[in-house]
């Protein structure tokens, strides 16, 4: 299928973007795996959860500066923004690190892992896709957004499940891109190219539906 061997990814790593899912995850009352972050959080906790901004149509890296740009939600972003670099000062290198790995998996593996997939489900990506690689809150987790040709993914320094490689996440979430797919209905079809290819054992499924549907 050349619609998903030939989907251009563009690797996006900004630290603005972590913030503003950091926001996210601490709106949707999301727990978090880096606890310092998440007490150095506390004071912006309730302004955070009682906010009525979409935090959602600023994750995608496009245009960061749309939607509410009232000075009560700038103030929010720049206190966010400062307790994060109190933890990470220097998140812009960090998230670069971060990214490497994966994209370098992805760059070996992702194209054939997609086409793959496509043998068993028919997969229609866009030509281009932005995959926005983020600052670990629960510890692994992502989500396609589907509107905006683009997916959100946690940069993670380690498999969160030993055994099931991120990149199967990613294909997962960029399968998500194509119209009137189910994304429950794609975790088997995911994890069935992955072992056409050698990548995973069979017995994993239910253990990739756990984290990635919870992430």
Not at 115 to 141: W, Y
Not at 146 to 170: C, D
Not at 177 to 204: F, K, N, Y
Request: glycine share 6%.
């Amino acid at each position: 299928n050349d619609m998903a061997m030939n989907c251009q990814i563009c690797w996006l790593s900004d630290p603005h973007l972590s913030t503003i899912y950091v926001l996210r995850s601490l709106s949707a009352g999301r727990p978090f795996v880096d606890l310092r972050l998440r007490e150095a959080l506390e004071p912006l906790a309730d302004q955070i959860q009682a906010s009525n901004v979409d935090w959602r149509s600023r994750q995608i890296g496009e245009d960061s500066s749309q939607g509410d740009s009232s000075p009560d939600t700038l103030s929010l972003i720049a206190a966010t923004e400062s307790a994060i670099n109190e933890l990470h000062p220097r998140l812009a290198d960090e998230m670069g690190l971060r990214q490497r790995p994966l994209r370098e998996l992805w760059e070996a593996h992702g194209p054939g892992l997609l086409t793959q997939m496509s043998r068993f489900e028919q997969l229609r990506l866009p030509e281009r896709a932005n995959v926005v690689t983020v600052l670990p809150i629960p510890g692994g987790g992502g989500e396609a957004i589907a509107e905006h040709r683009a997916v959100v993914i946690e940069s993670v320094l380690a498999n969160p499940i030993a055994e099931i490689p991120e990149i199967l996440r990613l294909a997962w979430l960029l399968s998500q891109l194509s119209p009137g797919t189910d994304a429950s209905m794609l975790i088997p079809c995911c994890l069935a190219a992955a072992r056409e290819l050698g990548i995973v054992t069979p017995d994993v499924e239910q253990k990739a539906r756990v984290a990635w549907v919870a992430g």
